[in-house]
């Protein structure tokens, strides 16, 4: 079956403006978890979804991000008024089971780039 | 912070060689994974291991725990120009109960052909 898929590949924006950035997660996937790498970096978890449940949210930097779920499938991370410090490849992520005790499938990743 | 730290930064060796990545990490954990990543693009899982499992085999991959250490190791023998890649360790700590994985900073292979 299809993995996890995300659009864009790459997004170029002018700071201030607002992006948003979609992950179509494997199907039946109950978890959903968005995270962002910066140059040369590991990965920042930003945010979490599991079913119908409230999202955790702790990792988000500021509040220009949010996040939503809709129908317990897509996600869409938006981040408004951008900053140059936005950018990173952000990476999106699914796994069959909640928690982080299982393997998680990672989609390729929008490479944002703020001028 | 929860974050592993891998060890060495980056890593060079001939095509044949074999190639040990060391992670560490600072809490108790239920598990600790190990991914791959190519040209900085979406990771790929390699393999599990739980924290009462001592080693874990999978093809040419090698992976060791030490939870009195907090430490665990990669190995891939007989490495491939296709293995030049970043790895990178993650734990789901403390005690499991996080929501998400804690990454380490990677450690760059570079497989010379």
């Known amino acids: 079956g299809a993995g996890v898929s995300q659009s864009p590949s790459n997004k170029v924006t002018e700071k201030g403006k607002d992006v948003e950035l979609r992950c179509d997660p494997i199907?039946?996937?109950?978890?959903l978890y968005w995270y962002r790498q910066s140059l040369g970096q590991g990965l920042e978890f930003l945010i979490y979804f599991q079913g119908n449940s409230a999202p955790d949210k702790s990792g988000l930097p500021s509040d220009r991000f949010s996040a939503e779920r809709t129908g317990g499938s897509v996600s869409t991370l938006t981040i408004q008024r951008t900053q140059q410090e936005d950018s990173a490849v952000y990476l999106c992520a699914s796994s069959f089971a909640p928690y982080a005790s299982y393997e998680q499938y990672f989609g390729p990743g929008t490479r944002l780039t703020v001028t | 912070s929860q974050q592993g730290e891998e060890d060495p930064q980056a890593l060079s060796i001939q095509e044949g060689e074999n190639a040990t990545m060391n992670c560490s990490y600072k809490t108790s954990i239920n598990n600790l994974q190990w991914y791959r990543q190519n040209s900085g693009r979406g990771l790929v899982h390699l393999i599990l291991?739980?924290?009462?499992?001592r080693e874990k085999h999978s093809g040419r991959l090698r992976v060791t725990l030490d939870t009195s250490k907090k430490s665990s190791s990669l190995l891939i023998t007989a490495s491939r120009a296709a293995d030049t890649a970043s790895y990178f360790c993650a734990t789901d700590g403390p005690y499991g109960g996080a929501n998400n994985l804690f990454f380490g900073t990677g450690t760059r292979l570079t497989v010379i052909p």
């Open positions: 199907s039946g996937h109950t978890a």
């Open positions: 291991i739980r924290s009462n499992e």
